[in-house]
């Protein structure tokens, strides 16, 4: 039953993709990956990780993809989602209990597509995503308690994102 992954991954220097998936009792990621200056995504599919970003320990903020699926147990995004100030593209899926994407999110100027997909319980999109001036794509599916996500934000500023909205959630 593995619950953490090696301290050796830090070696892999080469290393620009990480993609963890189905490891049930997996609860942290070593500390050591803040040594790989070529890592740009992140994935994780793991129910039970509690820490995947923590500004101390991935210093080097290198992700530009950060995908988040799969996580049962997951209310909130952490804060420190808003400290990866290279991350162009989040992707979020299957976390059913998540409730609030946080306002850090708007301070991710660099993102340029947004997906959240199957938040059952995900009721509002912070409205400091009218600050990211160069998202182009916002997609949003199965998120039935999503409402009024277009008037909150401001439908005109919006248009140019909103090529994949499911019509449902308007």
């Not at 903020?61 to 997951?74: A, H, T, W």
């Not at 609030?100 to 912070?126: A, F, I």
């Amino acid at each position: 039953m593995l619950e953490t992954l090696p301290e050796t991954l830090g070696k892999l220097e080469s290393l620009w993709n990480l993609e963890i998936r189905d490891f049930p009792n997996l609860t942290s990621l070593p500390m050591s990956l803040d040594k790989l200056k070529c890592l740009s995504s992140l994935i994780n599919g793991c129910a039970n990780l509690k820490a995947f970003i923590d500004k101390s320990t991935y210093q080097n903020e290198p992700y530009k993809l950060l995908s988040i699926s799969d996580r049962e147990k997951l209310e909130i995004l952490p804060e420190t989602v808003g400290q990866l100030e290279r991350l162009e593209v989040l992707e979020i899926s299957g976390c059913p209990n998540l409730k609030v994407l946080p306002d850090c999110v708007g301070q991710l100027e660099n993102l340029t597509s947004l997906t959240v997909v199957g938040c059952e319980k995900l009721e509002t999109l912070p409205e400091t995503l009218r600050k990211l001036e160069y998202l182009d794509i916002l997609e949003i599916r199965d998120c039935p308690n999503l409402t009024s996500l277009l008037m909150s934000l401001g439908w005109r500023s919006w248009r140019r994102c909103l090529n994949r909205w499911d019509d449902s959630n308007l």
